[in-house]
């Protein structure tokens, strides 16, 4: 009975640019180079100022509503109301 080894394999030897470990290329490379940024759309911000402005709004109106305003004033005093007309 006899048992085959492989052998390890060998480390990859030095390669011509591109042709080397991922990245290698791109490190080295003008075209990756920090770039500023460049502002959105017009479109794009009139869609997210508009959604913004909008979110704002609903939760103002939520917090008016729930808190600001005789509404949960006015609903509790007539289930109490009710409730004495019942007894």
């Not at 402005?53 to 109106?61: A, C, D, M, R, Y």
């Not at 729930?66 to 004495?84: K, N, P």
Request: charged share 20%.
């Amino acid at each position: 009975m006899s048992l085959d080894v492989a052998a390890p394999p060998t480390p990859p030897s030095a390669s011509p640019p591109g042709k080397g470990p991922r990245g290698a290329r791109r490190a080295n490379s003008p075209r990756w180079e920090r770039r500023e940024p460049r502002p959105p759309s017009l479109p794009v911000m009139i869609l997210t100022v508009a959604l913004l402005t909008l979110s704002l709004l609903l939760v103002w109106t939520f917090c008016y509503l729930t808190f600001f305003s005789g509404v949960q004033e006015s609903r509790t005093q007539h289930e109490l109301y009710a409730t004495f007309r019942a007894d």
